[in-house]
Each structure stands twice: as C-alpha cells, then as structure tokens.
C-alpha cells in the first residue's frame, strides 16, 4: 500500500509557487487574494487559517475581510463588485457556507470570473466542463485530487472510477474531471439505493461527503485506489475521513490520509490558481 501523501506534495508544489511569486514582484504583479468571511464557523476559521498560512508561505498577499452574520446578500455582492473593480486584487473567495438568509448563488455569480479563485462561477464550471484544455480556474479540491493522482502517475483512462457525494464544489466538477481524462464515472449520492454494488468493482473510489465510516473494507476490491476527501471530527477531537482507513488500508493499492491527504492539494491548488488568475489578468498567460 502506497499512502498518497498530499501534505509532502503540497508542499512542493508551494515552493514552486513561492519562486514564481518572487519572478512576478520583479514584473510589479503582486498576486493578491481577498477572503470574505461571514460569521465565525469553526470549520470556516480553521480553513481560513490553513489559506492564509499558505499566503504567507508563498508571498502571496492575503486580504481578510470579515462581516458578522447579519450582513445582507446586497451588501455581499456590492463588496464583491468592489473587489473585481480594484486592479490590485487578482483573486476573491467567499468562503462557504454563507448563514442561511443570504442566497448563495447570487454571491457566486457576482464574482468576476476572471478573479474567480475558488472556480464556482457558472463561467469557469463550464468551461471545465468542456475540456481540460479549458481548465483555467477549475475548483480547487478537484483539481487537487487529479493534481496528486498525476503526481503518483496513476494513470485515469479506462478506469472504472465510483465518485461519492455530488455537491457542486466537489463531487460534480470531480466527476467531471475524472470523464474527461477518460474514466468510466460513476456518481453516487444520497439517494443512491445500493453504494456498495457501485464501490465494490470501481479501480478508484473517491469519497466527499462529511460521514465517518461510510465506506468500509467490505466495500471495496483488493488493489483499489482510494481518495478520500471527508473531513470529519471524532470523539477524541482528531480529523479523520469518510473511509475506514485502518481496514481500508489492507486492502488499497493506494490510499490518501486525513489529515495530510486532499486538504493540503485543496489549499495548494488555491494557491496556484490564485498566481495563474494574476498572469492570466496581466497577460502573460492565455
Ligand atoms: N467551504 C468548504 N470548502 C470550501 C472551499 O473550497 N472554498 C470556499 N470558498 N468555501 C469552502
């Protein structure tokens, strides 16, 4: 069993970035992200802290603007259209959940995509959804997954890959990911009748869904790869995902952790698309 170890490849992939931030202060682009933050959501605040930290890893500058839970859907979206009018910020974030009177897509859809570092934007959704060539912004858990799979020349086409969770941040554009580099995609989801008939015969299971324990070993098939994207929080306080790793890990050929797995990619690949946004709007990049 190989453990797919995002946090090692996070961190290279942070370095590189550090150098590339260095080379663009030389061409005066300082690549700048602003983080809106709505109330104080635990898991929110320790995301928060994970991006920022990433930030000053990589000289990335970082702008944190907090409002408390009463703002409105109207005052969201007139701080978004400052943001994308000010040429120094290349990257915005609004970071979810938003509290439940603020209609959320109407947030999203105020983003200039261009600054759209996240990749929630209809505009950047679909144009993942054409092609990878398209894949300038894609969202970055995603993209993290594919990024670390590359890394271990895991190889996607004819893969027969089962996808659980189908949000729009991850299952979805995830299952898309996978289609386009040529797998056999399945998505499951809360509805679906009989996870296991669709766990036990995949190549690839990937799992999102915020459940402690709900894919066991019994599951899955000797050799399978595993990523697993849940982040949940046991008795004892420490994190741990949606698969039983302790028995799960007999089985796969390969295996990611959680922690040290997809949260680190997640955070890296901010980090990327956030330079890529700042060479893409000074255009230095198609
Ligand atoms: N909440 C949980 N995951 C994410 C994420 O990737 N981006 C944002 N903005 N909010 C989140």
């Known amino acids: 069993m190989v453990l797919l170890d995002g ?94 009177h603020i209609y959320t897509p109407e947030v999203i859809k105020a983003i200039e995509p261009k600054k759209d570092v996240d990749g929630f934007t209809a505009y950047n959704i679909g144009k993942m959804f054409l092609s990878t060539e398209f894949e300038h912004l894609p969202p970055c858990t995603p993209a993290g997954v594919i990024e670390l799979l590359d890394y271990y020349k895991i190889d996607l086409k004819g893969k027969e890959v089962t996808v659980v969770g189908a949000s729009n941040i991850v299952g979805k554009p995830l299952s898309i990911m996978f289609l386009n580099r040529n797998a056999t995609v399945t998505t499951c989801h809360i509805h679906t009748k009989d996870l296991r008939s669709h766990t036990i015969n995949a190549d690839i299971v990937a799992v999102g869904v915020g459940k402690q324990n709900l894919i066991t070993a019994d599951m899955v098939k000797d050799g399978v790869i595993i990523i697993d994207i849940g982040c949940n929080k046991k008795e004892d306080g420490k994190l741990c995902g949606d698969c039983d790793f302790e028995s799960i890990s007999k089985k796969a050929s390969y295996i990611t952790p959680v922690p040290g797995g997809i949260g680190p990619m997640t955070v890296a690949y901010l980090m990327k698309n956030t330079v890529n946004a700042a060479k893409r709007i000074n255009n230095l990049i198609p």
């Open 7 to 100: 946090r090692k490849v996070a961190d290279s992939i942070l370095e590189n970035l550090k150098n590339e931030v260095k080379d663009l202060k030389k061409k005066n682009i300082n690549p700048y992200i602003a983080v809106i933050l709505v109330g104080k959501n635990p898991a929110s605040l320790s995301y928060i802290k994970q991006k920022r930290k990433a930030c000053e890893k990589t000289g990335i500058k970082w702008e944190q603007i907090d409002y408390d839970e009463n703002v409105t859907t109207e005052g969201l979206i007139k701080k978004i259209h400052e943001l994308n009018e000010n040429p120094k910020i290349h990257g915005i974030l609004v970071q979810l959940p938003l509290p439940k």
